[in-house]
């Protein structure tokens, strides 16, 4: 390449990057972008190297490049500003941390002599304090330049002539005045909405004015109602959204067959949970041979929700749907949710199906990615199909003897699959989750463990693999795309398990300095069965990084994957809803430069959105839990029961009953013995008895408090308790 046509490539390079619309890619994205051909991408790294030599681009930790910042552009040799500005997350306890933008720097600590009043979620400058070689980074907030908690959830207290908000949120620790002409006829145990008015200060506490009233605490569903709106998770659908769902037609017409595949002839059944409404996936299986032939169809949503529509916005902006203890926040309004998008039986649907051939082994021989109309021919359960797979339940094998050896055949496929991604290392956390049963009061009843069985695997198994190959063909093919990313663990976190888990007799390496997904199931199977399994599993599940939604394909550790997206959810999921677009663009012959740069500039924020709202939606459905498993102890009050040490800290051991509620042993309640803390071995050890109390271990607990408020739980050791 001349110095000229450097010299042109440079500046169109450099006016991409520099463009309103452009979101920072890897070269690879750019290349995609631009069209450039593989022979040809040595030229464009030399231009990104040389603009990133002269200061005017720059390049993340991730490999994305990006115009630079001004103070970057003039020599290298830059100081690093003792101030910088980033979100005040705030501890219950009084002091907090300063999340940066960069991901890849390290959070700020700030002592509570140090938070000058900041609310939980404001934006915050922060001067840095020196530190001392090895020791995290630590600040003083200067200045509050912006609040990020307009609205605050909490329980109304009346006085006669005013009153205050008790935040439901324990990172807000002041509670909020409210005048007496803003309290909109609240009564005292209301929980209520409120906007706010001062922040306050040192000398003032904040005020705000109630603009909703959910209703009294005590009434069913306000505590769950009150968790969900506090998360700002929208409750209702706005009415133009709902308008264009109710205009949607509840039924094909003649000319939605047009350019599809015709399926219906082929044997088609759906499995979920017998109280599952929106039916998003179907299966289709036969043999010929040694060949199998799996058909995983997926309701065509993108069919019914156009790109910048009403639907498409709010599906955007909500991100998923969300599933909480006694109710399901949806994506899309049940009109298209629960009728023409839900794969109901005996109703002609259209899908995109992924139509696969594998061999005796279970090995990929090759698949196609089709629009189709398909027809489910039955409703099936997990409930049923593990009945007639696991026990054999004449009666029902009777009922549906046309889809058995279907059954049968699913069995089998999945159990090559299984097979085939142990052997390349995938990770397999098959502990219990809980679920909650409520009465009609919303009050917990039972806490009991969910069934993992075959029928549930069989879907899983057909899920994953259909994923991986959706994702692999579009790699391979380079379009612009969103991906599902794990990445590895942090070892430093990981290194802490790895220690317990070796000290407890079980073989752990690592090759080099990281562990590969195949050796942290070689110690799962080496503890199945053991009383040891659920809390090493979860231990090594905590140590993991959290999964996300990408535009670059690096894989998913935790499935051993190199290839991995979400394709199986649209109803329920905006990033599926996306591939689909993309997918039906390719399958039309439509994606060209322009549908390519449109998608390469507009993915970056929908991968990102989607991982924020997929965050909010865990957290919101984990407090939930465990507010009402706090609820649900409340009610055993002095009970004994069994459980296992499931964390040792300096303030106390946590112990996890058999029904997944895990509660606090606090120190100064174990009056046997003064116990330090050994982080070295990462138990407790009584001073004079030299007792030991370490992960893993038997303990006999009783139930001492259980606090709605804070949803946590308190045990008391019991004496005599099981060594």
């Known amino acids: 390449m001349n110095k000229k046509a450097l010299k042109n490539r440079k500046k169109m390079i450099y006016e991409l990057i520099c463009s309103k619309d452009y979101m920072p890619m890897r070269a690879k994205e750019i290349a995609v972008l631009l069209q450039i051909p593989k022979d040809k991408r040595k030229d464009l790294l030399k231009v990104l190297e040389d603009l990133t030599e002269e200061g005017k681009i720059s390049i993340t930790k991730r490999g994305k490049y990006h115009q630079a910042e001004p103070k970057e552009r003039h020599g290298r040799s830059i100081r690093k500003d003792t101030r910088v500005i980033g979100t005040f997350i705030r501890h219950a306890k009084g002091f907090g941390f300063v999340e940066l933008e960069d991901a890849g720097q390290e959070d700020i600590f700030i002592p509570e002599s140090g938070t000058d009043n900041a609310f939980h979620l404001d934006q915050v400058e922060v001067q840095i304090e020196p530190k001392d070689e090895g020791k995290r980074k630590e600040g003083t907030i200067t200045r509050v330049l912006g609040h990020g908690m307009s609205e605050i959830i909490g329980t109304f207290q009346k006085s006669e002539n005013y009153g205050f908000v008790l935040p439901d949120n324990q990172k807000i620790q002041q509670d909020i005045f409210i005048a007496k002409e803003h309290c909109m006829n609240a009564q005292d145990g209301d929980k209520v909405v409120i906007s706010m008015i001062s922040y306050g200060n040192k000398n003032k506490s904040p005020e705000g004015c109630i603009k909703e009233v959910l209703g009294h605490m005590s009434q069913a569903g306000i505590d769950v109602l009150s968790i969900a709106r506090g998360y700002g998770l929208p409750m209702e659908f706005p009415d133009k959204v709902l308008n264009q769902a109710r205009g949607v037609s509840g039924a094909l017409i003649e000319g939605d067959h047009q350019g599809r595949t015709d399926l219906r002839t082929w044997q088609c059944v759906t499995i979920d949970g017998e109280d599952a409404k929106d039916l998003d996936d179907a299966i289709t299986l036969t043999k010929d041979g040694d060949t199998y032939k799996l058909g995983v169809h997926i309701a065509d949503v993108a069919n019914y929700v156009q790109e910048k529509s009403a639907l498409d916005r709010e599906a955007q902006k909500r991100g998923t749907s969300v599933y909480l203890v006694d109710r399901v926040i949806p994506m899309l309004p049940k009109e298209l949710s629960n009728g023409i998008c839900s794969l109901n039986q005996g109703e002609d649907r259209l899908a995109l199906s992924c139509i696969m051939k594998l061999d005796s082994q279970g090995k990929m021989l090759e698949h196609q990615i089709l629009e189709t109309v398909i027809k489910v021919?039955?409703?099936?359960?997990?409930?049923?199909?593990?009945?007639?797979?696991?026990?054999?339940?004449?009666?029902?094998?009777?009922?549906?003897?046309?889809?058995?050896?279907?059954?049968?055949?699913?069995?089998?496929?999945?159990?090559?699959?299984?097979?085939?991604?142990?052997?390349?290392?995938?990770?397999?956390?098959?502990?219990?989750?809980?679920?909650?049963?409520?009465?009609?009061?919303?009050?917990?009843?039972?806490?009991?463990?969910?069934?993992?069985?075959?029928?549930?695997?069989?879907?899983?198994?057909?899920?994953?693999?259909?994923?991986?190959?959706?994702?692999?063909?579009?790699?391979?093919?380079?379009?612009?795309?969103?991906?599902?990313?794990?990445?590895?663990?942090?070892?430093?976190?990981?290194?802490?398990?790895?220690?317990?888990?070796?000290?407890?007799?079980?073989?752990?390496?690592?090759?080099?300095?990281?562990?590969?997904?195949?050796?942290?199931?070689?110690?799962?199977?080496?503890?199945?069965?053991?009383?040891?399994?659920?809390?090493?599993?979860?231990?090594?599940?905590?140590?993991?990084?959290?999964?996300?939604?990408?535009?670059?394909?690096?894989?998913?550790?935790?499935?051993?994957?190199?290839?991995?997206?979400?394709?199986?959810?649209?109803?329920?999921?905006?990033?599926?809803?996306?591939?689909?677009?993309?997918?039906?663009?390719?399958?039309?012959?439509?994606?060209?430069?322009?549908?390519?740069?449109?998608?390469?500039?507009?993915?970056?924020?929908?991968?990102?959105?989607?991982?924020?709202?997929?965050?909010?939606?865990?957290?919101?459905?984990?407090?939930?839990?465990?507010?009402?498993?706090?609820?649900?102890?409340?009610?055993?009050?002095?009970?004994?029961?069994?459980?296992?040490?499931?964390?040792?800290?300096?303030?106390?051991?946590?112990?996890?009953?058999?029904?997944?509620?895990?509660?606090?042993?606090?120190?100064?309640?174990?009056?046997?013995?003064?116990?330090?803390?050994d982080k070295e071995h990462y138990c407790l050890v009584g001073e004079k008895t030299k007792k030991v109390y370490e992960l893993g271990q038997s303990v006999k607990v009783k139930v001492y408090h259980a606090d709605i408020v804070t949803k946590t739980v308190d045990f008391v050791l019991v004496e005599g308790m099981d060594e």
């Open 377 to 677: 021919d039955r409703r099936m359960t997990y409930t049923a199909v593990k009945k007639m797979l696991e026990d054999k339940d004449a009666k029902l094998i009777e009922e549906y003897q046309e889809f058995y050896p279907m059954f049968q055949l699913m069995e089998e496929l999945s159990l090559l699959l299984r097979k085939r991604r142990k052997r390349r290392g995938s990770i397999d956390f098959d502990f219990p989750e809980s679920k909650i049963q409520l009465n009609d009061q919303g009050q917990p009843i039972n806490i009991i463990a969910y069934e993992h069985n075959t029928a549930t695997k069989i879907i899983e198994d057909f899920m994953l693999l259909a994923n991986e190959t959706v994702a692999k063909e579009y790699c391979d093919r380079e379009i612009p795309f969103i991906y599902r990313t794990h990445e590895d663990p942090d070892m430093e976190r990981m290194e802490g398990v790895l220690t317990f888990i070796r000290r407890s007799g079980i073989h752990a390496v690592k090759e080099g300095a990281v562990i590969r997904p195949k050796e942290i199931q070689k110690i799962l199977n080496s503890i199945e069965g053991t009383p040891q399994e659920p809390l090493i599993s979860r231990l090594l599940l905590r140590s993991m990084k959290q999964a996300c939604y990408t535009t670059g394909c690096s894989g998913h550790f935790g499935l051993a994957a190199k290839h991995y997206c979400h394709f199986t959810s649209p109803i329920r999921r905006y990033p599926d809803l996306q591939i689909h677009r993309i997918i039906k663009d390719s399958i039309r012959g439509r994606m060209e430069q322009k549908k390519i740069e449109h998608y390469a500039l507009i993915l970056e924020d929908v991968a990102k959105q989607s991982s924020a709202m997929e965050r909010r939606a865990e957290e919101v459905e984990r407090e939930t839990v465990k507010l009402k498993k706090a609820e649900y102890m409340k009610s055993h009050i002095n009970e004994e029961m069994q459980g296992v040490v499931s964390g040792v800290t300096a303030w106390g051991l946590y112990v996890e009953l058999p029904n997944t509620v895990e509660g606090l042993v606090h120190m100064n309640m174990m009056q046997d013995d003064y116990y330090i803390f």
